[in-house]
Each structure stands twice: as C-alpha cells, then as structure tokens.
C-alpha cells in the first residue's frame, strides 16, 4: 500500500485548530449515516473538531442544543440504520435571511467555518447561498453588536462540501447519490414478491415507484424485471400509446407469459404535460383487454430499510472526501460537491451540478425530451437505450444466419442468467439464431448445445445460480471435442460468461486458433463471479450479491455481539485469494481488521490488532468484527487466529468464530448485478454483431486477430473490450487475480474508520472537474 503522502500535508494534523459541522436535510435517504459516521470519524482522524447539527438547517437557525460536539463513539453502531439518526427537517426560516444570520451566529460563536451538507439539489442551493452571503451576514452581526470585531475575522470565510443524498438519484453529475441503491432493494424485493402471485393468477400488476421528476428507480427497475413498459417524467410515451401498450401486453400472453408488469414513475406525464397515474393506466388494460389488473403504489417503503453495501461503501467514500475538500478549500475554490464517477470519488462544483439538474427540468417542460435524457447523464442514457432494444418482442424476419452460443463457466453467481437473458434476447433481435451450452466446456465437448428461444429467458433476471449449468473444468484438454461440436454446430461466436476459469478458458481457446481452425471465431469474456478477481474489469457479476449477503450477516453477527458485550467474532469470506469481498464487507459492516492475501501481514500486525480490540473493550464499544479472506495466509488460518485471540483476550474478551461458505455464491441477484448482467449480456452481443462483420470472408467466419478475443469490462468509467492476450501481463496466474486492484487505494478507509493511525494517502488528489466533462457509462 502507498504511503506517498504530500510531504507538506501530514493527514492527521490537516484539521488541528478548525472545526467541522456536518448536517442531513431535505428527505432521508439509506446511507446518510455511513456518510456522517465517516465524516465524523475522519474528522477527528484530521485533528479538527467535529459537531453534529441535528434536525437540518432548523438545528442551525435554532442553535442550542441543536448543535453537540460529535465524538469516536457517537457514530458507532449507526452504519447499519436507515434513515438520519441526526435527524432532517424541512426548514422554512433558513430561507429567509433573518434565518440564516441566526445560523451565522451560531456556527461563529463555536467557531466553525467548515460545513458538510447531506440532502438533495434544495439542501445544496441552500448551503451555497449561505456561503455567498457570509461576509454580508458577518458584517450585519457585528453591525447588531451580536458578534465582536474578532469573532468576525477568526470566521471570515464559510467552506461548504455537499454529499447528495436523495433516493431518487436526481441529481446531475453524479452516478449514484446515497440511498438509490438502498431504495431499488427495496423494490426489487416488492417486485419479485408480486410476480410470483401476478403469475399464479395472471394478473397485470402495474407499480408505483417514487420520482417526482426523475425516472431513474422506475427505468432501472423496469430493466432489472424486465417490465413490459416503463413510464417516465424525462420520456414521455409516443401519441397512441395505449394502442402500443395493450398490444405489447396481448402479444407477451400469447407467448405464454402468465404476468404483466408495468413499472411507473410518480412523476410520469403524457407529451401534452398532463400526469400519467396508475389507476389511469388499471382502467385502459381493464376495460380494453379484460386483464384482471392490480396497483400497488410503493410509497415510503423505498426511503426506508437498512443501506445496502453499495450505499454503505459509497457514504464512506464520499464523507472521507467530503473532509479532504473541506480541509483543502481556500476562499477562491467554489463549494462542491463530492461525487462517484464508475469507482473514482470526485469533485464537482456545486452550482454547475444545480445548473444542470434545473436544465434538464426546463427541458422536460419545453418538451425537449431527447435533451432531457442526454443531461441526465450517460448512465440513464444507457439504461434507457438498453431498455428500448430489449423491449422489442419482434424479432426481424430477415435472419442473419449466423449462431452465437452462449455459456457459463466457473462457480456459479447471480447475476449470471440476467447476463444470459439479455444476450439471448439481444441475439434474436439481431436476427441471430442463439445456441445454449450446458455445462460449460464439458457441455461443448459432449455436444450438449440446443436453440434457446426468446420466451425460455422469460423471468431469469431474477433468479440466482446458473439456469444453463457451469462447471469448472477448462478446454485445454478437449480441445479436439470442442473443436468438433463448434463445427457440428455450426458456430460463429461465442459469448462465455463467468469467473476466472472463464478468463483462463478463453485465453487457451485462442492459444488453440493456431492449430484448430474452428476456435477461429470473435469470443467475448463477461466476468462473473463471486470474487471479483478477473482481470479487465473493476467488477464482476456477483460481487455485489455475495457482499450483500455477507454485510447482512455480519449485521447480525454485531448485533448479537453487542447484546453479550467484550465479544469478538472472526468470520471468513469467500473470494480465493482475492480480498475484494473482505475488504469491501469490513468497510460496509464497520469491521475492526480485515486479513487479505494483498495487504500482506505478519505476526507484529495480528499483535496490533489484538491490542488495539482490548483497548477497545475499554470505552463504550465492546465488541469486535474481523473479517479474514480464505486464502489469505496458508499458516495464519481462521482457527489460527481465533486461537490467538481467545488467548491474548483471556479476561477481557471472549472470540467466536463464523465461516459463511457457499452462501455466498446464492441469493437472488441485487438490483446492481441484475443492471449490470443485463447491460454487459447485451453490449457483448452488438460487439459481437460487428466483429462478424468485420471478420466475414468469401462466405465464411474467420477470426484470428487478438481483438477478436476480449474481455468485456468495466474500467473507472467505461465499460470496455480488451483483447484476452493483452491482459496476460496483468495476471497472476498461480493466485488466479489481477496484478492491479484498484480497491486496494480504499483499504486505508477502513482503517481509519476502525480508529488505526496509519498514514492516509492524499497524493492521489482529486481536484474540481467540471460536470460537462464528466458522463460516466455505467452508474448502478
């Protein structure tokens, strides 16, 4: 791990002499006390003192109380909790200037200059407004006598740093704001619980979810359930579309679908502006179709519930940044607002990320829809672009001749048949004939290949495992075979889903061009798996789902630790010898360590750590949480370490231990990797489709050229295709990860954030960018 820290700037002495307020307001989304806990925590780690504003900006008009001191264990315990455990109020008299010199007088009388606003655009506008004023409102204060001379120099400057907490991810220049993952678990687990009664009784089911004026929970949900229609604020239906509607509806029965489901946005209007309800939409499938037809209107269930992993990680990261910003701020940088772009944490300033978030209303209102949905990001464009190629259930009479196979091969995750859905689907709609291998390269060799048809991935987005089958087993050594059934089956391309067997496997399938020439084919590698370890991409299909799994247990596990108190639980985790899924469930679960096979550690490290947990069963926090990778030391094993622990804790604390194994590979698939298979099932199909193109001569396929082999991948901010050959250097073969990982840069946070004075590192500095730039592919 780095330890290049600017020389000037020592982390933990940055914030000595300055004090940090950190408040939530507007509505409460999942995630907002991960991001105060961080910023707390960091904030102390600074040497800054740090208070907490309860109830939003009426805490700081009010003064008081309001406004308490905020220590190491105030936060502890609050990783897990939905909502604000500092409370949120909407606040008519921070509007009013009278009320915003009250708050002034407040924060100048504590001596704080530095402002961590969570909320949405309102929350944020807000905050900048008072910082422009600042100087205005001081010199008023002085003028009243209410603040002396020096008060108002020692506060001359005001820095503001916003975090976007909004469930309905509405803001502009962000991916993901805190809370919309938490909010589509939420629906996604109401949207599998009624289409299994929907499906009993044929029912339509038409839901509401939340999003005055964005579409985004709707469009990603209608994506991640494959609804038959979509209703959103930033793309109004065509003229007709109840014709469209109810035909669509009526052809997906007479495939033998049981259910319809139609997923609308509270904020959905038609192209003359007028709204669009739910009970509209029940009236023209009930008196056009007959459809026995039911509403059901989501409400505040999506705002509330446990964070999941993704929020939990992603309030961590923002409130570790959102101190860096406040800490780093001169009088000259504008108030920003700390972001995710793909996996990379930056800065945006605030009011262009207002301005435009307020253009894409104003296009929406101008009937600019196109306009509307290109502001919005390049995430909701591609989530729209890749609902609008799915949805088409007519398939083009003209054929295109050409079989692609798909398979999946490794472990199985889930995530995996969202992949096959999609790539299936978009084949057909390619006018491809698709081939399903079961199996994995077992079923290649022993021919077990059949035609896959739309309705046969009908309802697979939801369902975890691997519906086609998988095995570990690689092609090196029934190359022969395989090259046999390719022949016999006559196929063109090959999309192989998985982890890194699957790399791996497609890497000895391109060895084997030069002597078979039926292994001449394009091929695309999506990586699948558990452990995130494939090289080419940030993530894989899977991970999310098993860090889930694995946060939600240790909830539990914490919870029955604080119930004993001076207990300490070792729990292991899957992922081979790569530590993505430890390190990311200890930051997510607020562990105190987490052992890995990169981070290496020796006798002297466990020594620490063992001390620092009985310094710990000193103050409130009596309790432990460590995490250690399976594979991360082959003499300092699980038991190993619980037997050190119960040793060296004789007295002061008692250890137990838990392994969670295979259920981590189950469950249904998370909103994230049901979004993400589907994306990556079908974008690997179109390239496909061009490379065979590419690679058509004199009547026949022929593919040698290393791009026509690649792993498709996310990289920072894109999703990628990169040659399997170029990515050789970057693997460590024998431990089966990538040479780079860029999660390791977080490994500090969780440190920190577990209260270990290390060293954080600051060199990769993140500076303002500027929205216009800044479009990320893939968001949540």
Known sequence: MSQNVHPTADPTKMGLGRSIAVLTSGGDAQGMNAAVRATVRVGLYTGAKVYFVHEGYQGLVDGGDNIRPATWESVSMMLQLGGTVIGSARCKDFREREGRMKAALNLVKLGITNLCVIGGDGSLTGANQFRTEWSGLLVDLVKAGRITDAEAKKSSHLNIVGMVGSIDNDFCGTDMTIGTDSALHRIIEVVDAITTTAQSHQRTFILEVMGRHCGYLALVTALACGADWVFIPEMPPDEGWEDHLCRRLTDQRARGSRLNVIIVAEGAMSREGKPITSEQIKKLVTDRLGFDTRTTTLGHV????????????????????????????????????????????????????????????????????????????????????????????????????????????????????????AAVRMGLIQGHNMLAVHDGFDGLAHGQVEPITWTAVSGWTGKGGSMLGTKRTLPAKILEEISQNIAKFNIHALVIIGGFEAYVGGLELVQAREKYEEMCIPMVVIPATVSNNVPGSDFSIGADTALNTITATCDRIKQSAAGTKRRVFIVETMGGYCGYLATMAGLAAGADAAYIFEDKFNIKDLEVNVEHLLAKMKTTVKRGLILRNENSNSNYTTDFIFNLYSEEGKGIFDCRKNVLGHMQQGGTPTPFDRNFGTKMGAKSVLWLTEKLKECYRHGRIFANTPDSACVLGMRKRALTFQPLAELKGDTDFEHRIPKTEWWLKIRPIMKILAKYNIKLDTSEHTDMEHVIKKRSPLGK
């Open 302 to 421: 999506q705002r509330g519930g446990t964070p999941s992993a993704f929020d939990r990680v992603l309030g961590s990261r923002m409130g570790v940044e959102a101190v860096m910003a406040l800490l780093e701020a001169t009088p000259d940088t504008p108030a920003c607002v700390v972001s995710l772009s793909g996996n990379q944490a930056v800065r945006l300033p605030l009011m262009e990320c207002v301005q435009v978030t307020k253009d894409v209303t104003a296009a929406m209102a101008e009937g600019r829809f196109e306009d509307a949905i290109k502001l919005r990001g390049k995430s909701f464009e591609n989530n729209w672009n890749t609902y609008k190629l799915l949805a088409h259930i007519n398939p083009p009479d003209v054929k295109s001749n050409i079989n692609v196979a798909v398979m999946n091969i490794g472990a199985p995750c889930a995530g995996m048949n969202a992949a096959v859905r």
